[in-house]
């Protein structure tokens, strides 16, 4: 199942990101960009059985605490990957590959106001 979920991941960011992130690799590393993403999605989902996630969510505690940490974490991962590709496309000399995240940057020229680096990460983070 964990060698399934890591060949999934690594195509996904592959396709949607254009970065190989080498998660089955021979040594098996921990990818924390995989691991807060699974857990954010884990404790998106525990919400419905608690009720008082909002009041955990605004005094910062508990699994709302660390659902914060992941979802900054994946803010800084994503948002790093956006600005490198948009750096990369400037450069004449650097060859771009053909991911979903610069299929969009290629977009966000065009329109910026509706492309803008947010858009670009909900719509990366909602493929993955």
Partial sequence: HDLFMRMTFDS???VS??????SL???????TFASAFSR???LCSW???DPAW?????LGIG???KMKEDIALLDRYTYSLIREKATAREDVNRVVTPDLLSRYLILSKENPLVYNERSLRDTVL???
């Fill in 12 to 14: 996904i960011c592959e």
């Fill in 63 to 65: 699994c709302e605490k």
């Fill in 126 to 128: 909602n493929f993955t």
């Fill in 25 to 31: 690799s021979k040594s098996v590393p921990v990818i």
């Fill in 47 to 49: 919400r419905f059985f």
């Fill in 54 to 58: 909002k009041l955990k969510r605004y």
């Fill in 17 to 22: 990101f254009g970065v190989e992130v080498g």
């Fill in 40 to 42: 954010s999605n884990v």
